[in-house]
């Protein structure tokens, strides 16, 4: 499975975990299924069950977001939270964790979160991997001035702009 360093250490994204559960021979007749506990303006709860194809209960994992912390769940907060719910289920499993249970986005989302508020936008990740894919190095730049982001990103958006 593909993985991203955050800290030094290895996380294999939830995408990367659905992909191995639906693929892999021993997870054959497998399902998930997911159910929204709490869910209002602000915060949600989900929690996912993954079933063996005998419909026995294998793993179960929750997440909760709120709304209001980061720019993706300003959107998306309900999304965000299935997804870290499925991959929580999916890393009780031992899909894709080694020394962690929490995804790479409950990481990335931690740090930035342990640091003060400086009224800049956190950079999200769609936007960091549309301005790593497409950016001109001016766009890089400013992005890298006006945005707060994971040490990684920035590492990778100086590496991109020394490419350029």
Avoid at 110 to 128: D, I
Wanted: with cysteine; charged share 25%.
């Amino acid at each position: 499975m593909k993985s991203i360093k955050i800290k030094g250490k290895d996380y294999v994204q939830v995408n990367e975990r659905i992909i191995f559960f639906r693929n892999a021979k021993q997870f054959e007749g497998w399902s998930y299924d997911t159910n929204v506990i709490h869910h209002d303006e602000q915060e949600c709860i989900v929690k996912c069950i993954v079933y063996d194809a005998n419909q026995k209960l294998m793993s179960a994992g929750h997440a909760h977001e709120f709304r209001n912390s980061s720019n993706i769940n300003k959107t998306s907060f309900l999304e965000n939270c299935e997804t870290s719910a499925i991959g929580r289920a999916l890393g009780g499993l031992a899909i894709g964790i080694d020394d962690a249970m929490a995804s790479a986005d409950e990481v990335q989302n931690a740090m930035l979160n342990q640091t003060k508020p400086t009224g800049r936008n956190t950079l999200t990740k769609e936007q960091y991997f549309k301005t790593l894919e497409n950016g001109t190095k001016k766009q890089i730049e400013k992005i890298l001035k006006d945005f707060d982001m994971t040490e990684t990103y920035r590492k990778n958006l100086n590496a991109k702009i020394k490419q350029l």
